[in-house]
């Protein structure tokens, strides 16, 4: 799976990304050809939270989540 990272307000760090390759990776298993799918990840800062958003296009469905905490790694 490819990585599409970006982040609102927030320094996306190389541990960030890292932390959410392997988190995402887990995912790999579930698709047929998971090199043909790019995972969409924004990470926003909204006051004292943290908001991630993942979009994951598939063939006949989007895949999304999206969670806020204090935490960027808990989120």
Do not use: W
């Not at 988190?23 to 799918?37: A, V």
């Amino acid at each position: 799976m490819r990585y599409n990272i970006h982040g609102s307000k927030v320094n996306v760090t190389d541990t960030i990304k890292n932390y959410i390759e392997d988190k995402l990776g887990k995912l790999d298993k579930y698709f047929e050809s998971p090199e043909d799918i790019t995972a969409t990840v924004q990470i926003k800062k909204s006051g004292i939270y943290d908001k991630v958003e993942v979009t994951i296009p598939i063939k006949k469905a989007i895949l999304r989540a999206e969670d806020s905490n204090k935490d960027v790694y808990a989120a």
